[in-house]
């Protein structure tokens, strides 16, 4: 389920134990953002247009409503050696699980503000980076979901 895959890479809810894959990792990238080697909080996720998130049979734009309270309080960090890591947060999804864990890579391409993420077994996701600044960050997705492409805004605050 594509609207699910999306939220597991954006606020990396459970951990998948995805392994390195090639998306250039290794290469030299302009980090001008500010948003490496810290915890991001998700804070907001919408969809535009209205997504049927949950397969309830009614679309939604706020998808964080959706949400359960085990996935909100989980973090990510884009750490500077290009490992995406995960804080697993207060409240558990899987009490066998870890709280912290290396979940993927990530590359960042500074000249089009594009975030490419990537974990064993999945395509290389792309995400726009919105805004980096301070505590504050905004990326966008798309997908191609229910027969429309739908835009993914996901804000977060540091940790």
């Known amino acids: ?5 999306f939220f597991k890479w954006i606020s990396l809810v459970t951990v998948i134990g995805w392994s390195a894959c090639t998306v250039g990792i290794g290469k030299s990238t302009a980090i001008g953002t500010g948003f ?3 915890y ?42 290009h490992l995406v890591r995960e804080h697993a947060g207060a409240v558990q999804c899987d009490e ?3 709280l912290e864990s290396e979940t993927g890579i990530w590359e960042y391409n500074d000249a089009n503000h594009t975030l490419i993420v990537t974990g064993e077994g999945h395509e290389p996701q792309l995400y726009q980076v919105i805004e980096a600044k301070g505590d504050r960050l905004v990326l966008l997705y798309r997908i191609e979901a229910q027969n429309a492409t739908h835009v993914l805004t996901a804000r977060y605050a540091a940790k």
């Not at 389920?1 to 895959?5: F, G, L, N, P, S």
């Not at 996720?45 to 049979?57: N, Q």
């Not at 309270?69 to 989980?74: A, S, Y």
Request: hydrophobic letters at 30%.
């Open 36 to 38: 490496t080697d810290r």
């Open 96 to 98: 066998e699980a870890g």
């Open 1 to 5: 389920m594509k609207q699910r895959q």
């Open 40 to 81: 991001w909080t998700l804070t907001d996720l919408t969809s535009e247009p209205a997504l049927d998130w949950d397969l309830d049979g009614d679309t939604e734009t706020d998808i964080l409503d959706k949400l359960e309270d085990c996935e909100r309080d989980n973090a990510i960090m884009f750490s500077s050696d």
